[in-house]
T-cell receptor, first 112, second 113 residues
Framework: KNQVEQSPQSLIILEGKNCTLQCNYTVSPFSNLRWYKQDTGRGPVSLTIMTFSENTKSNGRYTATLDADTKQSSLHITASQLSDSASYICVVGNTGGFKTIFGAGTRLFVKA | EPEVTQTPSHQVTQMGQEVILRCVPISNHLYFYWYRQILGQKVEFLVSFYNNEISEKSEIFDDQFSVERPDGSNFTLKIRSTKLEDSAMYFC???????????FGQGTRLTVV
């Protein structure tokens, strides 16, 4: 069964600290893996997208990694800011990337 | 900056009624999507649309649902005979290709009473 599992479910960190969010997937055939940031009540905003051949992608303070062999990805946030408080969602695409499977997200709280 | 726009932002409808949710994707995008997010749950894929036809759909997207691109700019999701469990946030998204960034709209919150 195609599944995307994220951990931790929630995370509290102090402003300025780094954190790493995890994503494991069993989606096959694999097309791409995306990380999104979703503020409460808003639409998801794309952070990174990686295809099979890519193992790292950066977007400012966000760095995503992908290990297609172990079917794991991580999202590393550097020097967190209060505005980073949101849900971070891992999304895996198959069959050409059209049909996407969403993880449940990690809820990140950044405190001053 | 180009964006995906959705209307209305909130729709309340009576059970059994039909609703049409509207989306204007980014103008040069070719791939369009609808997603659903029930309150407190994860986002779920409904359907993708390319070249004026459905390219993929999920198990959720049954005969109650249909999509249409009636003109060169709008992309609509029709839900027939709405049920209480259809209450959710519905997101539209678009992308240039299947492997490039997808841009989401701000969603339509559908409440079925």
């Amino acid at each position: 069964k195609n599944q995307v599992e994220q951990s931790p479910q929630s995370l509290i960190i102090l402003e300025g600290k780094n954190c790493t969010l995890q994503c494991n997937y069993t989606v096959s055939p694999f097309s791409n893996l995306r990380w999104y940031k979703q503020d409460t009540g808003r639409g998801p905003v794309s952070l990174t997208i990686m295809t099979f051949s890519e193992n790292t992608k950066s977007n400012g303070r966000y760095t995503a990694t992908l290990d297609a062999d172990t079917k794991q990805s991580s999202l590393h946030i550097t020097a967190s800011q209060l505005s980073d408080s949101a849900s971070y969602i891992c999304v895996v695409g198959n069959t050409g990337g059209f049909k996407t499977i969403f993880g449940a997200g990690t809820r990140l709280f950044v405190k001053a | 900056e180009p964006e995906v726009t959705q209307t209305p932002s909130h729709q309340v409808t009576q059970m059994g009624q039909e609703v049409i949710l509207r989306c204007v994707p980014i103008s040069n995008h070719l791939y369009f999507y609808w997603y659903r997010q029930i309150l407190g749950q994860k986002v779920e894929f409904l359907v993708s649309f390319y070249n004026n036809e459905i390219s993929e759909k999920s198990e959720i997207f049954d005969d109650q649902f249909s999509v249409e691109r009636p003109d060169g700019s709008n992309f609509t999701l029709k839900i027939r005979s709405t049920k209480l469990e259809d209450s959710a946030m519905y997101f539209c998204a678009s992308s240039g290709t299947e492997n490039t960034e997808a841009f989401f709209g701000q969603g339509t919150r559908l409440t079925v009473v």
